[in-house]
């Protein structure tokens, strides 16, 4: 690339193959949740099984290598850790096609996790290093486009080839198409100075793990909105990973049928969403930083009210409808919150302190999500019967309202806690 770096241009097309890697990102992650309905037909697998695999089998690495991969980050070359990570996971997806047990593909995704460790909190730093302050909120929600891009990508393609050919095809199609894109971002996406765009441009050296730990363990809001984005991402990955099944049990709908309206559902509501939050994010929180975490606060509660009214819908067509609704307000987090986990540290301790947040909330949202609705499902299969998917995720809905809450107490430090 001969634009500089802070060219429009230049910029633009940072964040455009950086949002193409993050769809890659959630194409791999969240395609086994379509694909969990062949896989537990084949396989022999349960529910609770299922929510092992597509949550903690993912998370166990995922979160655990996230902060020594972004201790790497903040010291070296953010491009070439990411154009490893993506060379990994996507390696590992395609080997999950080879899986013919339980623990095969429980192994495979494992290495999908190891991978997607570097995938993320390094870009969250490269795009605070080629946007000024006033603009990251909608940069790094844009950035995000690629979760519900990547999911409906990923829900659509796994039921097209599932029930065309077959799920192991699946995996190694878009195993094999990530692969391919990782050359292409390393030669294309060059290093920014680190803070750049902030008050103080950055020259001193990295601190450790322990200075970065301690300088956020004096910042309250840190730890609140991490515990509460954790929380919405129970729900938000159980959501991803059950809804499919549900509409396959309780609307009685082909796995194609519901891959393609729950697609449509997650990039149209998401996509709407993410917009929404970075936008608002960038427009009312430069007034008042608490307003970073109270709009999307807000959001979690409205959301509630109608994934009641989707998942008692008698008819799968009003639940599609409305569940557009729901999709959108509850992915309004993304682009205000990890705006502020950028300004919580200083640009030298962004990539760190993004894997520390990133490691609270997938290890409870990933780990814990798929596995809580699943277990609660097979728990209320004696009584429901089919339809015990049903109430397990209207019972999840409960983590909505416990982010909201964490998140209006973290506003009461946010404006403390802001650096510089």
């Known amino acids: 690339m001969t634009l500089e770096h802070n060219s429009t241009g230049k910029r633009a097309y940072v964040l455009f193959i950086l949002v193409v890697v993050y769809t890659f990102n959630f194409i791999d992650r969240q395609i086994i949740g379509i694909l969990a309905v062949p896989i537990?037909?084949?396989?022999?697998?349960?529910?609770?099984e299922l929510g092992l695999m597509g949550g903690l089998a993912f998370a166990l690495f995922y979160t655990g290598l996230g902060i020594p991969i972004a201790l790497l980050a903040d010291r070296f070359s953010r491009t070439w850790i990411m154009t490893a990570a993506l060379?990994?996971?996507?390696?590992?997806?395609?080997?999950?096609?080879?899986?013919?047990?339980?623990w095969q593909l429980f192994a495979a995704r494992l290495g999908v996790g190891?991978?997607?460790?570097?995938?993320?909190?390094?870009?969250?730093?490269?795009?605070?290093?080629?946007?000024?302050?006033?603009q990251r909120a909608r940069a790094l929600g844009i950035y995000s486009f690629g979760i519900p891009i990547g999911s409906a990508l990923g829900i659509v393609f796994g039921g097209i080839i599932a029930t065309l050919l077959d799920w192991r095809i699946a995996f190694f199609i878009v195993g094999l198409a990530g692969v391919l894109i990782a050359p292409l971002f390393r030669l294309t996406v060059k290093e920014p100075p680190r803070g750049g765009f902030d008050r103080h441009r950055e020259n001193t050296k990295p601190p450790g793990l322990k200075q970065i730990v301690v300088s956020l363990s004096r910042k309250p809001s840190f730890w609140?909105?991490?515990?509460?984005?954790?929380c919405s991402s129970m729900m938000g990955y159980g959501l991803f990973f059950w809804l499919p099944s549900f509409f396959v049990r309780s609307y009685e709908m082909t796995l194609l049928s519901a891959s393609l309206h729950y697609g449509v559902v997650l990039l149209v509501g998401g996509?709407?969403?993410?917009?929404?939050?970075?936008?608002?994010?960038?427009?009312?929180?430069?007034?008042?930083?608490?307003?970073y975490v109270n709009i999307p606060a807000l959001a979690f509660i409205s959301a509630v009210p109608f994934y009641v009214l989707?998942?008692?819908?008698?008819?799968?067509?009003?639940?599609?409808?409305?569940?557009?609704?729901?999709?959108?307000?509850?992915?309004?987090?993304?682009?205000?919150?990890?705006?502020?986990?950028?300004?919580?540290?200083?640009?030298n301790m962004r990539a760190t302190a993004s894997a520390i947040f990133l490691f609270i909330n997938n290890?409870?949202?990933?780990?814990?999500?798929?596995?809580?609705?699943?277990?609660?499902?097979d728990a209320l299969q004696a009584g429901y019967g089919d339809e015990s998917l049903r109430y397990s995720i209207l019972a999840g809905t409960g983590f909505y309202v416990l982010a909201a809450a964490l998140f209006f107490l973290a506003s009461r430090w946010i404006e403390q806690d802001w650096e510089g």
């Open 40 to 48: 537990k037909a084949d396989l022999g697998l349960t529910d609770t």
């Open 87 to 102: 060379t990994i996971w996507s390696a590992m997806t395609a080997a999950s096609g080879l899986a013919t047990n339980f």
């Open 114 to 134: 190891i991978g997607e460790a570097g995938g993320v909190a390094p870009a969250y730093s490269l795009i605070s290093d080629f946007f000024p302050p006033s």
């Open 224 to 230: 609140l909105v991490s515990v509460g984005a954790s």
């Open 271 to 291: 996509l709407a969403g993410i917009w929404a939050g970075g936008w608002f994010g960038d427009r009312f929180g430069q007034m008042r930083y608490s307003r």
């Open 310 to 347: 989707a998942m008692l819908s008698p008819t799968q067509s009003l639940t599609f409808l409305i569940l557009l609704v729901p999709t959108a307000l509850g992915l309004v987090w993304l682009g205000p919150v990890i705006s502020v986990i950028q300004h919580l540290v200083r640009p």
């Open 363 to 377: 290890l409870i949202g990933i780990g814990l999500g798929t596995l809580a609705i699943g277990a609660l499902s």
